[in-house]
Nanobody, 126 residues
Framework: QVQLVESGGGLVQAGGSLRLSCAASGRTFSNYAMGWFRQAPGKEREFVAAISSYGGRTDYADSVKGRFTISRDNAKNTVFLQMNSLKPEDTAVYYC???????????????????WGQGTQVTVSS
């Protein structure tokens, strides 16, 4: 079992920044890949960013490339999502997820993830 708790969401103006955190517990954090997804009202959950178990590989959705950065601190069992140059279309509930079957690769589909956090709301005003 893996427990995930997100934090750092909030309301920000367009062009602003937020940093999301996701604290994990229950398994050795450095043994599995992690990812961030988001879901806007009336839309399906979509991939945002992913990182391999030791952080050597990352991947991003085209819509956030150059603006968002995923990172992890295995000593603190935490994954981060730094979001810069935020746009109103980034408004969504953001979820972190753990892919415990994968280590040295990135996972970009929801089917690859076994555990999900409860989500944190990000709202970007225009």
């Amino acid at each position: 079992q893996v427990q995930l708790v997100e934090s750092g969401g909030g309301l920000v103006q367009a062009g602003g920044s937020l940093r999301l955190s996701c604290a994990a517990s229950g398994r050795t954090f450095s043994n599995y890949a992690m990812g961030w997804f988001r879901q806007a009202p009336g839309k399906e959950r979509e991939f945002v960013a992913a990182i391999s178990s030791y952080g050597g590989r990352t991947d991003y959705a085209d819509s956030v490339k150059g603006r968002f950065t995923i990172s992890r601190d295995n000593a603190k069992n935490t994954v981060f999502l730094q979001m810069n140059s935020l746009k109103p279309e980034d408004t969504a509930v953001y979820y972190c997820a753990a892919a415990v079957r994968y280590t040295m690769v990135v996972v970009t589909t929801t089917q690859g993830y076994n555990y999900w956090g409860q989500g944190t709301q990000v709202t970007v005003s225009s």
